[in-house]
């Protein structure tokens, strides 16, 4: 007997990336992303911009991404979209596309938890790239969220640490901002990193209990080095600009490795999956790959494309929801908030 193959169209808006992605089963046919740019002169993420430039998106992008994956939408096998967390007016572009559709075309509609997301991209079938075995521990690191979660099953996962504040790629964000670098400063904090001596500033490092998280105290220390610095000399940002990029990162980098080694240690799982925009750090990625031989940890790393905001990571948490049958009616609704 064959088993006829799924194809998922899956839709992602929760922010300000208008995304559209096709599965056949757990291999992605096409991922199609539309940047908001408009975002970058006011140095964040205006939410009412976002819908709107939302609304302007979504039909090319879904046409796009059925073109690419060479499929008709009478092909399709269900509609997955993001249910939340994110901003309300971006969401509900995505969820009133994929109710529409999917009532038109009579097939199964998917609710999809953005964070949940992140975490199962590792089961997207990609050459070259292993799939972590449960249970294993993610880091989710994005521009709205920093957990630790042990993940038991595909629907079984449990949070044990997560930000008090600030969200890892805040941290980055607001750093760049106080440098005088554009929105999202975090890829450009990278950049210039990767240049500099990550030793050539210290910042202290907040002291959390347990698994926990806080960012906003190295924003503040950041910004008094900095004032205090550039009083002294106007130039200070510019003649020093690789090594302060790199000693930001530094000091991310050591606070999440420092409560991951707990996590480790309290848990005793030792694999190591990470997620979310802030996973595409190229400093974050080399001291993960780096603690495989350190520490005897697995490490898994997600494709670049699947790291920051996309829709194939909604479309594989489709597809396990598909053969789960976890299917909603249409009078389900978008969550700002959500757990998972
Ligand atoms: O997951 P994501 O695309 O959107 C959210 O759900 O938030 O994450 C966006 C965040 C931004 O804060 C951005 O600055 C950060 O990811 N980011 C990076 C890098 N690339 C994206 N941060 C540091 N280094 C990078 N290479
Ligand atoms: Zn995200």
């Not at 709107?52 to 979504?58: A, D, F, G, K, T």
């Not at 530094?250 to 802030?278: P, R, S, Y």
């Not at 494309?305 to 009078?331: C, P, R, W």
Request: glycine share 8%; charged share 20%.
């Amino acid at each position: 007997m064959t088993i006829s193959p799924v194809y998922i169209l899956a839709i992602e808006s929760s922010c300000d990336d208008t995304a559209a992605a096709v599965l056949q089963n757990d291999v992605v046919l096409s991922n199609v992303v539309a940047n908001q740019l408009i975002h970058n002169e006011y140095g964040g993420v205006v939410p009412e911009l976002a819908s709107r430039v939302h609304q302007q998106n979504i039909v090319p992008v879904i046409e796009a991404s059925l073109r690419k994956a060479n499929i008709t939408k009478e092909q399709l096998s269900a509609i997955a979209f993001t249910q939340g967390p994110g901003l309300m007016g971006s969401l509900l572009v995505g969820s009133s596309f994929a109710k529409s559709l999917s009532m038109a075309l009579a097939i199964p509609l998917i609710a999809v938890n953005h964070m949940h997301a992140h975490i199962l991209a590792h089961f997207i079938d990609e050459e070259g790239f292993d799939k972590p075995t449960f249970p294993f521990l993610a880091l989710t690191i994005s521009g709205g969220h920093t957990q630790i979660v042990v993940v038991h099953d595909f629907f079984d996962l449990q949070i044990i640490g997560e930000t008090t504040d600030d969200a890892v790629g805040e941290a980055f964000d607001k750093s760049a901002k106080i440098l005088g670098l554009p929105y999202p400063g975090g890829p450009l904090i990278d950049k210039y990193a990767q240049l500099g001596n990550p030793k050539a500033f210290v910042f202290t490092k907040p002291k959390v209990p347990g698994l926990d998280f806080s960012f906003s105290g190295l924003k503040t220390a950041i910004l008094y080095f900095i004032q205090k610095n550039v009083l002294e000399n106007p130039n200070f940002i510019e003649e020093n600009r690789n090594d302060i990029c790199a000693s930001i990162q530094h000091t991310i980098i050591e606070i999440l490795m420092d409560k991951l080694k707990m996590a480790v240690k309290e848990t005793g799982i030792n694999q190591i999956a990470i997620g979310g925009g802030v996973s595409a750090n190229s400093g974050i990625r080399s001291t993960l790959k780096a603690a495989e031989k350190r520490y005897g940890w697995r490490t898994f790393i997600p494709k670049f494309e699947y790291t920051t905001d996309n829709a194939a990571m909604i479309g594989i948490v489709g597809y396990q929801k598909y053969l789960h049958e976890k299917f909603e009616n249409t009078s389900v609704i978008s969550k700002a908030r959500i757990q998972f």
